[in-house]
């Protein structure tokens, strides 16, 4: 059975850093690319960064690049995403998405159940 | 960046109807139209790929159509399970961008 479970969310300051995770089993790693997408409480879908499934390539929203770093180690069948110089507005449910691909431009066929990330003084 | 448009924003509808929702790309974006349902509290699960492509074990009830840069998705016979927020998704280009979602409420 295809699955994804993410962890690390929490509570964070504005300007921390925190790690969010996501463990893949179920499915050949190395062939799907993977992404994060997040929902802000009561809001819509914002996809946030991609990483190919040998991990030599990413891409990153203009809302969160230069803040935020994607990475995925093969040999764990991890994804995880680095969050730093966090604001008021990154504050949402963090969903790691496998494509149906291993390279972009494919639909998200899998989601994880999310972590969240509340960004508050 | 590819704008993704989605109507109606929010609908009301009783089980049986037959619903559509709409999702207009600001461009040219062929085939590459995805549909996911999410349901509160859950996380989004897809249901049509490449515009009109059935994802495995989803009810054949759901159907979708378009290309270029309009598009259409289609409950046939809504079913008590179907009440849930909809979202289309472009992935032709990255970004990817997704529609601002349709909320499918019991009338």
């Known amino acids: 059975e295809v699955q994804l479970l993410e962890s690390g969310g929490g509570f964070v300051q504005p300007g921390g850093s925190l790690r969010v995770s996501c463990a893949a089993s179920?499915?050949?790693?190395?062939?799907?690319?993977m992404n994060w997408v997040r929902q802000a409480p009561g809001k819509g879908l914002e996809w946030v960064s991609g990483?190919?499934?040998?991990?030599?390539?990413?891409d990153y929203a203009d809302s969160v690049k230069g803040r935020f770093t994607i990475s995925r180690d093969n040999s764990k069948n991890m994804v995880y995403l680095d969050l730093s110089s966090l604001r008021a507005e990154d504050t949402a449910m963090y969903f790691c998405?496998?494509?149906?691909?291993?390279?972009?431009?494919?639909?998200?066929?899998?989601w994880g159940h999310g972590t969240m990330v509340t960004v508050s003084a | 960046d590819i704008q993704m448009t989605q109507s109606p924003s929010s609908l009301s509808a009783s089980v049986g109807d037959r619903v559509t929702i709409t999702c207009q790309a600001s461009?040219?974006?062929?085939?590459?139209l995805n549909w996911y349902q999410q349901k509160p509290g859950k996380a989004p699960k897809l249901l049509i790929f490449d515009a009109s492509s059935l994802e495995t074990g989803v009810p054949s009830r759901f159907s979708g159509s378009g290309s270029g840069t309009d598009f259409s998705f289609t409950i046939s016979r809504l079913q008590p399970e179907d009440f849930a927020t909809y979202y289309c998704h472009q992935s032709h280009n990255l970004p990817y961008t997704f529609g601002q979602g349709t909320r499918l409420e019991i009338k």
């Open positions: 998405a496998k494509e149906g691909g291993s390279y972009f431009l494919n639909s998200f066929d899998m």
């Open positions: 179920g499915f050949t790693f190395t062939s799907s690319a």
């Open positions: 990483i190919t499934g040998s991990g030599t390539t990413t």
């Open positions: 461009e040219d974006i062929s085939i590459f």
